[in-house]
């Protein structure tokens, strides 16, 4: 009699979360349009979680993915040092996980989750430090600094394009060509749910210019898909390795008044750009923000400008207002007894 091979049947032990993970990860790229180096951000948020619920003995289940194994995560986060900030970001990428889930069907069309753990949670209050800016003097003091060839065309096109790290990670060579005033143009792909394939010019100056093309030739112009780029191994730079580098600029230049990471000059360019009276939505174009409202993270005032403002504001409470003419109302009864009266007010 022949053996029947039992056919496998779907159930709960089958749903694994991390199968649930590189589907949801699929989905935010290919339907979402949201960058690779967004999507690694949540995907080391989901590796995070399945290692916790693995130390506890858990198995790669969605089952697992519960209101209380979520916040023993939250609890486990915080024990180990992780800002609130952080576990809050941390907690809103297993959110997204979840709507997905909540979305997703089995083979009998039924939602793979029928609930988000994250609805039923509180996340902890996040924290607002102060962003600080840097100042031009002290811009000016790190592009001073005496660094290898590698990191100066690093630092230059930083200073001059005001890119996040992640954009000036993702420079290739071929993303670099020249304008018809001679000058190098960098087509950059930026950052932005929704924006991972929009492509923006930025054209540099004749300076910028010609320590790229002395870049390149030292590199015995190297093919369209090398990166523009790189570390003193010749590597593509990593985000952590190039913020690095900016802290070393800021040290080496002598500046302790404030880290100098690499997101402080895209405040510099915003303050400058509304000193020079440029328009918000220019300057949100400048820093490649969609929305002019994420410029308020942005807009600093130097202290001082609060002291002048302050001084004037003194100088107005000092000489008064002048006489402040008196309120006398026409009629002391209400509008509506005044109405009832069978007077009305003359047009």
Same mark, same amino acid.
């Given at each position: 009699?022949?053996?029947?091979?039992? +056919?496998?049947?779907?159930?709960? *032990?089958?749903?694994?979360?991390?199968?649930?993970?590189?589907?949801?990860?699929?989905?935010?790229?290919?339907?979402?349009?949201?960058?690779?180096?967004?999507?690694?951000? &949540?995907?080391?948020?989901?590796?995070?979680? /399945?290692?916790?619920?693995?130390?506890?003995?858990?198995?790669?289940?969605?089952?697992?993915?519960?209101?209380?194994?979520?916040?023993?995560?939250?609890?486990?986060?915080?024990?180990?040092? #992780?800002?609130?900030?952080?576990?809050?970001?941390?907690?809103?990428?297993?959110?997204?996980?979840?709507?997905?889930?909540?979305?997703?069907?089995?083979?009998?069309?039924?939602? /793979?989750?029928?609930?988000?753990?994250?609805?039923?949670?509180?996340?902890?209050?996040?924290?607002?430090?102060?962003?600080?800016?840097? &100042?031009?003097?002290?811009?000016?003091?790190?592009?001073?600094?005496?660094?290898?060839?590698?990191?100066?065309?690093?630092?230059?096109?930083?200073?001059?394009?005001?890119?996040?790290?992640?954009?000036?990670?993702?420079?290739?060579?071929?993303?670099?060509?020249?304008?018809?005033?001679?000058?190098?143009?960098?087509?950059? =792909?930026?950052?932005?749910?929704?924006?991972?394939?929009?492509?923006?010019?930025?054209?540099?100056?004749?300076?910028? =210019?010609? %320590?790229?093309?002395?870049?390149?030739?030292?590199?015995?112009?190297?093919?369209? *898909?090398?990166?523009?780029?790189?570390?003193?191994?010749?590597?593509?730079?990593?985000?952590?390795? /190039? &913020?690095?580098?900016?802290?070393?600029?800021?040290?080496?230049?002598?500046? =302790?008044?404030?880290?100098?990471?690499?997101?402080?000059?895209?405040? #510099?360019?915003?303050?400058?750009?509304?000193?020079?009276?440029?328009? %918000?939505?220019?300057?949100?174009?400048? +820093?490649?923000?969609?929305?002019?409202?994420?410029?308020?993270?942005? *807009?600093?005032?130097?202290?001082? =400008?609060?002291?002048?403002?302050?001084?004037?504001?003194?100088?107005?409470?000092?000489?008064?207002?002048?006489?402040?003419?008196?309120?006398?109302?026409?009629?002391?009864?209400?509008?509506?007894?005044?109405?009832?009266?069978?007077?009305?007010?003359?047009?």
């Amino acid at each position: 009699m022949p053996v029947t091979k039992r +056919l496998p049947t779907w159930g709960g *032990d089958w749903v694994q979360l991390s199968k649930l993970a590189a589907d949801c990860s699929r989905h935010m790229l290919s339907v979402k349009g949201y960058s690779e180096t967004t999507v690694q951000t &949540y995907e080391l948020t989901w590796r995070q979680f /399945l290692a916790y619920l693995i130390g506890l003995g858990c198995s790669d289940d969605l089952r697992h993915f519960t209101i209380e194994r979520v916040e023993g995560f939250a609890r486990y986060l915080a024990e180990h040092g #992780l800002h609130v900030n952080t576990i809050s970001y941390r907690l809103g990428h297993l959110g997204s996980l979840a709507r997905y889930g909540m979305r997703a069907r089995d083979p009998r069309g039924k939602p /793979l989750m029928a609930t988000n753990p994250l609805h039923h949670i509180e996340r902890p209050q996040k924290q607002r430090p102060e962003k600080k800016m840097l &100042y031009l003097a002290e811009v000016q003091k790190m592009l001073a600094v005496s660094i290898p060839p590698n990191e100066a065309v690093a630092r230059t096109t930083w200073a001059e394009s005001a890119l996040r790290v992640s954009e000036l990670c993702r420079l290739n060579v071929g993303d670099v060509s020249l304008g018809t005033r001679k000058q190098a143009i960098l087509a950059v =792909t930026v950052k932005g749910k929704g924006r991972a394939r929009e492509k923006i010019q930025i054209e540099l100056s004749p300076e910028a =210019t010609q %320590q790229i093309q002395d870049w390149l030739l030292r590199r015995n112009l190297p093919g369209p *898909d090398e990166p523009l780029l790189t570390n003193q191994r010749g590597e593509r730079y990593g985000r952590s390795a /190039l &913020y690095q580098a900016v802290l070393r600029w800021g040290a080496a230049a002598g500046i =302790t008044r404030t880290l100098t990471n690499p997101h402080a000059i895209r405040h #510099l360019w915003n303050f400058l750009a509304r000193e020079e009276g440029i328009d %918000q939505v220019t300057r949100a174009r400048l +820093l490649n923000h969609a929305d002019t409202r994420t410029l308020q993270a942005y *807009d600093h005032v130097l202290p001082q =400008t609060t002291a002048k403002a302050r001084e004037q504001v003194r100088a107005v409470l000092k000489a008064g207002f002048g006489e402040s003419p008196e309120i006398v109302p026409t009629h002391q009864n209400s509008l509506v007894d005044f109405l009832k009266s069978g007077r009305r007010l003359e047009s």
